[in-house]
């Protein structure tokens, strides 16, 4: 749409272009750095693959769908380039799940999920078993989902994480210097009405404030925002919550079948292998170290043991609840 002779272009119409720009230009960084059909899978658009699936979906309500009100609300949230589009695609294998991806506009705006009572409507109406959502942008309203939904069938939520090192790498080909501009906008104090900054804690506004974003690297302001986004799971007690499981993309790419069993027992639903038929069986997470800033580097390991352990034995875990987040606090 271009702005007629002589007249200057609306905010609207602008913003809308600027967006469109950036999405273009990501899609364009992400098939150069990981090629077309990454990109292809990435975004879902085989026409073929989505038609086929549209088609089994319908044939399974028809024969089987549940009655409206049934389903059960399922928020698949975490931090972005956590392995979410493989969990994605493991449950969408399945007829008992109706998907809304984050760029669906029945159920988001502009990434974030539209307000709770439209999410309701859309769960109530369905006739799968399962209603997934991919609310990332909103990770930190988790408790908010699950307690405010409202729907006969109680929510569950699930949240990926995948190892610091293979989240930056993807982030960085995906997003580029995306974390680094924010988190230097925060450390400012401004940026408070962006989703980034949303429940962040006085621990993690103090930590982004203590670098210097003058010689921060893309790397480690990938790896401070995988810090400060997947330690709202322990500050907020979503850990402890019943209702939320984590899910480790790397532990799924190494022994797919325990792993997707374990999120079926969770849920509620039959394992088929179905679900794991897209995961190579075996397949060892990429093992490249991205060299990041020591100091950042400490709290991640740290981190990523407490996430590790929310898989081990209950006993282990209890050893683990009492340790603070943030090495020093």
Known sequence: MKAEKGKPMDVDTATGLHRSAVRFGRHLRWAHTQGVGRLVEEDDLNPVHRAA????????????GAPPGAATAVFLVGVQRSGTNMVVRGLEASPEFEIHNENDRRAFDRFRLKPIPEVRALVEHSRHRFVLFKPLCDSHRTDELLDELGTPSPARAIWAYRSVDGRVASALAKFGDTNLRILRELAAGGGGQRWQAQRLSGASLELIGSFDYATMTPATAAALFWYIRNVILFERGFDRRPDVTVVSYDALLTDPEARMRELCAFLGTAYDPQLVGHIDAGRAPAGRTVEI?????????????????????????????????CPGR
């Open 53 to 64: 699936r549209a088609y089994g979906k319908w044939q399974w309500r028809r024969h089987h």
């Open 293 to 325: 800033d020591p100091a950042v580097r400490e709290r991640c390991r740290e981190l990523q043991a407490r996430l590790d352990a929310l898989r081990s034995p209950r006993s282990v875990r209890a050893d683990l609840s009492g340790s603070s987040p």
